[in-house]
């Protein structure tokens, strides 16, 4: 785990110490996970993930290893037209959206998120981030005007996935020219950069 950019702006940090990958909990069910594809799942999909992952599902949390199988499993099955990179991002998308729709909670969490501003959106990733897993030490900067930063350490998640999520996210609040790519800073270790028209 690194410290805080010193040079940099700080607008947010949940810190945690790294685990090992064995020890990262997911603290949702697989269940989520696995119903963000409900509209591609065929009846022989399901049942091999029902073969598969059933010992884990209708759980109140899973291991996170369990979960990156799971997400692996579901994009390559269920977005087999995608680069796997590309699947994980349209993931990111969709799992934003299905949250968005699939829940009295999640209607209520996400309505009021067009119209709080990309600023104070950003501000909340690392409290979402920090109550969906036990791991991973989450950072925004805020750069220049129209341009701010999240860390993300200690991640056994694809970053396509975060990128996915970073942009549906953010297209709620109507940011304008939005644009979110990340580089990876180390293993399990990536810098995502937000950029809109601000």
């Known amino acids: 785990m690194t410290s805080a950019d010193p040079t940099l702006t700080l607008v947010t940090r949940l810190e945690r ?23 591609s799942l065929t009846p022989a999909i399901r049942a091999q993930f029902g073969a598969q992952f059933g010992a884990y599902l209708g759980k109140g949390q899973h291991p996170a290893l369990i979960n990156r199988q799971a997400l692996d499993f579901l994009c390559r099955t269920c977005l087999p037209e995608y ?3 590309e699947a994980y991002r349209e993931f990111g998308h969709r799992s934003v959206q299905h949250y968005r729709q699939s829940s009295i909670l999640g209607r209520v969490m996400m309505a009021a998120v067009p119209v709080m501003g990309i600023e ?36 056994i998640m694809p970053p396509e996935q975060l990128q996915g999520n970073l942009e549906a996210a953010c297209s709620l609040v109507h940011a304008q020219d939005l644009r979110v790519t990340f580089t990876t800073r180390a293993p399990q270790s990536y810098s995502f950069f937000i950029h809109w028209h601000p």
């Open 83 to 85: 680069p796997l990179a």
């Open 17 to 39: 110490p790294p685990l090992p990958d064995a020890d990262k909990l997911m603290l949702t069910p697989l269940d989520m996970t696995f119903e963000v594809m409900s509209e």
């Open 120 to 155: 104070r959106l950003l501000r909340q990733f690392p409290r979402q981030l920090g109550a969906v897993g036990n791991f991973g030490t989450h950072t925004v900067y805020a750069l220049v005007p129209g341009a701010w930063r999240l860390d993300d350490e200690d991640e």
